[in-house]
């Protein structure tokens, strides 16, 4: 298989250095043969050339099985009076692949459970599985100004199709079939006409194709609520681009442990994208010290989703979980105990392969 | 002073009731007159007439001094096909009224502090104030339907100006001068507009008219998170009207007593609007087990902004903590040791006034 990465800015380089030795081992090991080219994304692309997202990191995507992505951003390239800035490479390289879903597992590993912020009866035994709409709604919708001075406004209105809502509860009923079972769909209703449509859409996809997904939907102000006093009720949740932008980094929290978090951005067919959640954690960046671990399992949902290669997949996992289980952390999730180097993390999940 | 009471459906009834009690000792006590009338709104107004807001309901909170609601709404009207819902009331009074700012105080009980389902080094100490605009933004921007069948498409715009931006973001600057001095702003700047417009106005405002106070900007993502993690951190924040719908009731969460939480909404000069945070809680309406604290905190908030009554209003607070550290507790926040209804608690606290 033929693999993109795109290390990016901060702590980046280092951690896809991490997962390709990974793969690297995987393919060994269960006979494989992965290739690897690595392309511009984000700051390093804006200092290179002054685009966040460069043609020829497009085509290279566009020609790949599967990408990898570090993380964008940094101060260095916060200025807002710039031209451009990193994370317009994300958004443009979700719209130029068509990357329409984003899947974030929100998991909790047993062993870290009490790096949670909520109490261990709260969150103990919480898998949610969250898709967000990634290439529509108000992310994407028509914006701009009107008057100026004192009357100046500014607007961008959030869309919408029919299309757009039904593939994507479609990708999260199958996973629920994958699971639990269980679907909620997330959306404001009671307020805004787009939220009207995808609720509509969403109810007659679920009766008309899977009615043995057990369906429900919740506002998204209550579900802002019920992910803090009662995570563990949810299987799988779907929800437009917005609430899912704020959603998904709720629910990051709730583990406590967002150095451990993977995610995948998945469209039609073509290549998917792959992730850790968090940033590009400037102020660590360098220093050999940063987490590897959620853009390992970042490589496992690759494996899975794009390359089909399940057993690959769980054996990731597993090596994951067998290190947490013999007490080797990196710093984040150490909570003031020995912790060894991304590096050394690294290398223990590849003794841990076999 | 003339009052007028929105007891609304559910438990509205019962916890208004107890509220306005605690409102006429009070103004016994310190040598006040308070008229109430009764108006219908939400549910029971659907009911009796058709309309969640009738006209003789708004005319008689414009002559009013303040207005004191309960809550609206349950499954009675949740029919999606119906004409109109409770929920519309609520949105109609806001615009009618020009009640653009909500004022939500995140505040810790500390004898509550193990009802948090966050750990209580991590809850502790928190005290923020949220302000959310709340008569602009997407709730009340263009929206509507295009097309039809599978291409169908749905729409509705975010939309701000500068004078929006300025009279909350000045409402909550004032607030951070009377409070620990630091305002954030929330906004989502990276993707939208109108928050680009928002953080421009936003930074003018501090900058010219409040040097004083310590400011910063926050993405609503990023928020959503802070939230959780380190919600002693803030003290004032200042959001849109749809983030703000969604960060505040996460917020109501993390201290765990959603029946102790009042919220207000006020306007430029008119009457001001109070309630409590929680719902009409149709499952224990009628019961007479309802917690009436959070109306009867809404109740001091509406005589501290409304009426100017400053000491009157930390005496009902005053009065509501001396009830919690004698140990009387409604069921919602008795965990499961003994409690005491609807009545005996609004008695509880009248009795501690003096
Ligand atoms: C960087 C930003 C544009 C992006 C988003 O809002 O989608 C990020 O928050 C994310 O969730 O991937
Ligand atoms: C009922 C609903 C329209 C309302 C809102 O979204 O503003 C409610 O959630 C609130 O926060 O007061």
């Known amino acids: ?44 692309a804006i ?4 685009d966040p997202l460069p043609q020829e990191t497009i085509d290279a995507c566009r020609a790949s099985d599967a990408i990898l992505l570090g993380a964008v951003g940094g ?12 994370e317009a490479g994300l958004l443009k390289i979700r719209k130029e ?8 597992p929100i998991k909790l590993f047993k062993e870290l459970v009490d790096a949670s912020p909520l109490k261990r009866e709260i969150i103990e035994g919480t898998d949610i599985l969250f ?12 914006s701009g100004r009107e008057g100026s001075g004192a009357t100046e406004s500014a607007f961008q209105s959030m869309v919408y199709s029919v299309p757009e809502v039904e593939r994507i509860v479609r990708l999260a009923a199958k996973a629920a079939q994958g699971r639990d079972g269980r679907l909620t769909s997330v959306d404001k209703a009671n307020v805004l006409e787009p939220s009207r449509l995808w609720r509509q859409v969403a109810a007659r996809v679920m009766a008309e194709e899977f009615p043995d997904v057990k369906y429900d939907v919740v506002l998204v102000d209550a579900m802002a609520m019920h992910l803090i ?12 681009n917005m609430f899912g932008d704020i959603l998904t980094d709720e629910a990051s929290m709730l583990p406590g442990s967002l150095g451990m978090l993977p995610s995948a951005s998945l469209g ?21 010290i940063a987490n590897p671990l959620a853009t390992i399992l970042a490589a496992a949902m690759l494996l899975r989703h794009s390359l089909n290669l399940t057993a690959e997949a769980d054996a990731i996992e597993a090596a994951v979980g067998r290190v947490l289980a013999d007490g080797l952390r ?12 991304t590096e050394a993390m690294g290398a223990a999940v590849i003794q841990r392969l076999s």
Chains 1, 2 share one sequence.
């Open 268 to 288: 039609d067919g073509g290549p998917g994208l792959y992730e850790p959640i968090h940033g590009s954690a400037p102020d660590i960046a360098g220093k050999g």
């Open 229 to 240: 006093n009662r995570p563990k009720d949810f299987d799988v949740v779907v929800t437009g």
């Open 330 to 341: 990196t710093a984040d999730i150490a909570r003031g105990s020995d912790s060894i180097g």
């Open 97 to 104: 692949l068509g990357l329409f879903a984003n899947l974030r």
């Open 131 to 142: 898709l967000r709409e990634l290439t529509g709604g108000i992310y994407f919708g028509p």
């Open 47 to 50: 200092d290179n050339g002054g």
């Open 75 to 86: 101060p260095k390239w916060d200025d807002p009076s710039a031209k451009t800035r990193p």
């Open 1 to 44: 298989a033929n693999l993109v990465l795109l290390p990016g800015d901060g702590i980046g380089p280092e951690i896809v250095a991490q997962a390709r030795l990974v793969l690297e081992s995987v393919a060994t090991q269960f006979g494989h043969e992965f290739s690897f080219a690595s392309h511009q994304i984000g700051g390093i």
